[in-house]
């Protein structure tokens, strides 16, 4: 059984999110009653709108990753642990025996979960189930039991899908994206940190009246608040610290105006996409489930259109390095690299929780990046394993015999259930168990757009 698991999980790992996302989509519509060839063309669009969407965060990634690796190596950092990134990361999870699971068992529990009315969220994002994976893999690792690092894979899973419901309805109203939540991980893993310092920055007068959200720019600053042109000024003025020339810098300037441009475009033709599948889902569950809602659960890449989201990530790069230094005395050995272009991954579920502000934003990413880099460089030794033991070749960074991920080792789930498993495994499982159940009553309780959604 554990063997025809892992083939079906190597199976749809290996067809990648542009080949089975439009069928999964598809058929989805179709389950749910949409007509076949408005399903189809929901699948379609939505496959187009993510090629769009990954040509153009790509195009930040590289862009912002090469200004950012100028600047990591024009401070002159003696950290000693490299941040290997995510693309090595995925691909390290995925290889596990956890990895080659987690698609199938994912999927079943996803709606087992639905069936008993314990979430909301339908998450097709599954290629994002590498991030439950590399937790399961770090929990293997420290406990020696695969069993263990199978259940905390699956256990993070249910997080994901919780925190996903609890920030719907906020995310929904601010980036007006009916029907649609975020399970994933590693940006709702920097809302549950930053929800608590979020509130406390609402209660304070002279935090709360900034008032820097883009549309309150915009009318400020005229055309220099537009957010083609805000790009072109943050992409300058970062090609000059990360020590490009002039002719490079201004290069750098016309890629991140042009990301601020283009992604919102790609994203309106993944909401035209969803709009008809989402339509569905509530009808279906309408008459089948009177009372309850539903939602589909995607990548965090669809909020990277947000004008706050792409100021926030772009500012975050050099702070990051900034932080990395600062930390040096307390304990921080991570040098950030390939991840440094992972900000608006960052700011994507912070930014709703302050009404869009982008001073408020980066100061949020800022302290959950903070707190994150103290806990890459405890989470290294089992990253260093999990690379040193791989058969994979790898693209990683040379000169370094110790490694961490920002992506992933900076997040709570992660760091939370490392050093949970290293205790008594009877006591780690009830405790992990009761987090969950707490997290669940807070979901049902709490409503995130109550506390945060007045400002907007």
Partial sequence: MESILASIGEFLNGLGPLIALPVVIALLGIFLGQKWDSAIRSGLM???????????????????????????????????????????????AFATPVGNLIIPLGILLNVLLLIFGLTQTLDVDIWNFWHMAF??????????????????AL??????????????????????????????????????????????FNRLAFLKNLKANPDAIRKRLGLLGEPMVLGFIIGFLLGLLGGQSFKDSILTAVNTAAVMLLIPRMVSILVEALTPVAEAANNFMTNRFKGREFYIGLDSAVLAGNST???????????????????SPLGNRTLPFIDLADG??????????????VILTTLLGAIVMGIGLIFTTLLAPGVTELVNTSSLGLDIPAGYATYTVMSDAAIPTSYGLYFLFQ????????????????????????????????GE
């Fill in 309 to 327: 989201v792409i100021a926030t990530g772009l500012l975050l790069v050099p702070i990051e390095i900034l932080l990395a230094l600062a930390l």
């Fill in 344 to 357: 608006v991954f960052v700011a994507a579920m912070l930014a709703p929780l302050v009404a869009g502000d």
């Fill in 155 to 200: 256990l993070t899973l249910v997080i994901a899908l919780f925190l996903a419901d609890w920030s719907a309805p906020l995310i929904q109203k601010h980036f007006k994206m009916p029907g649609v939540s975020i399970p994933h991980l590693q940006s709702a893993g920097y809302m549950l940190l930053a929800v608590p310092f979020a509130w406390l």
């Fill in 46 to 92: 939505t496959a187009v709108a993510f090629v769009g969407i990954f040509l153009t965060v790509g195009l930040l990634g590289n862009t912002v990753s090469t200004i950012g690796q100028n600047f990591a190596q024009n401070t002159g950092t003696n950290l000693d642990i490299i941040d290997i990134g995510w693309p090595a990361a995925s691909a390290l």
């Fill in 423 to 454: 205790t008594p495994a009877g006591l780690a499982i009830v405790v992990s168990l009761l987090a969950v159940v707490g997290l669940y009553f807070l979901k049902r309780r709490v409503k995130l757009e109550n506390i945060f959604g007045m």
């Fill in 135 to 152: 937790v399961g893999a770090l929990v293997q690792f420290v406990t020696g039991s695969f069993a263990l690092g199978l259940f905390a």
